[in-house]
């Protein structure tokens, strides 16, 4: 694991603002995430998990403090980096997939490439492999309606990867699966991590995948109440 953090949270603070209330979600979060690491964040319901992930995408905007990744400041970026960011060097997973319905597996997979320069055969044949590599080689021409939970996660999870991220934002992926689908999404998640070397940040309220990370930090209330090191899952 290398020295230089992928992602900083520095000073966090989010506000919302409900009607002319201020609601004070992220209450000053600070984390450093290094490159390789599986780290799952857990908290219960409400205690600000999807908003900090969000935070790190650049989905949305701290109100103030700081998100640094590999080194850059995203506070200075513009929303067409972010947008750029996220779309190559972020793969984010949502509970609900967020699939395209009127789109095949395979064209749901190959839509984040689309703003790239590569044309449309090396773009299909590229979710391809992704799809094979999801064990999913007989669904690729399904449409979403067509396929279970499971399924629709690996397509997501296909889709995610189609521009190789760096970092991998992944949020409650099994909130809306079966057990087996589940334990299935899981052990695809810790592969990502522990065979491709990829930096994950797992959202999760299920205290049975605590053990698969490297690192658990805990969220109560807006803030970081606890912090799990799992040593024997780290490389070094
Ligand atoms: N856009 C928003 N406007 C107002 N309040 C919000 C908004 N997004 C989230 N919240 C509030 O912020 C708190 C944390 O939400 P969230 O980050 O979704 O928590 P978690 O993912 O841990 O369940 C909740 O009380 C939620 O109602
Ligand atoms: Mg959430």
């Given at each position: ?75 200075k970026a513009t929303s067409n980096d972010l947008a750029e960011n996220r779309s190559t060097k972020i793969g984010m997973v949502f509970q609900d997939f967020n699939l395209i319905q009127a789109m095949t597996a395979i064209e749901n997979v190959a839509m984040p490439m689309i703003f790239k320069d590569i044309n449309l055969k090396r773009r299909l044949k590229r979710a391809k492999e ?107």
């Amino acid at each position: 694991m290398s020295k230089e953090p992928v992602i900083e949270v520095c000073d966090l603070i989010k506000n919302f603002t409900l009607g002319d209330r201020q609601v004070n979600v992220l209450k000053g979060i600070n984390l450093q995430i290094f490159s390789g690491e599986y780290i799952i964040l857990f908290g219960p319901s409400g205690s600000g998990k999807t908003t900090l992930l969000n935070m790190i995408s650049g989905l949305d905007k701290p109100t103030s403090g700081k998100i640094i990744i590999r080194g850059e400041d995203m506070s200075k970026a513009t929303s067409n980096d972010l947008a750029e960011n996220r779309s190559t060097k972020i793969g984010m997973v949502f509970q609900d997939f967020n699939l395209i319905q009127a789109m095949t597996a395979i064209e749901n997979v190959a839509m984040p490439m689309i703003f790239k320069d590569i044309n449309l055969k090396r773009r299909l044949k590229r979710a391809k492999e992704l799809l094979c590599e999801m064990g999913l080689e007989d669904r690729i021409y399904h449409r979403p309606v067509e396929m279970s939970g499971g399924e629709q996660q690996r397509v997501s999870i296909a889709r995610s990867l189609i521009n190789n991220p760096y970092i991998m934002l992944i949020d409650e992926p099994t909130g809306n699966l079966d057990g087996k689908s589940a334990n299935d999404i899981m052990k695809i998640i810790t592969d990502l991590n522990k065979k491709s070397k990829h930096t994950i940040v797992l959202v999760t309220h299920n205290p049975n995948y605590l053990g698969l990370a490297d690192r658990v930090i805990a969220m109560q209330d807006g803030q970081i109440s606890n912090e799990m090191r799992n040593s024997q899952n780290e490389d070094n």
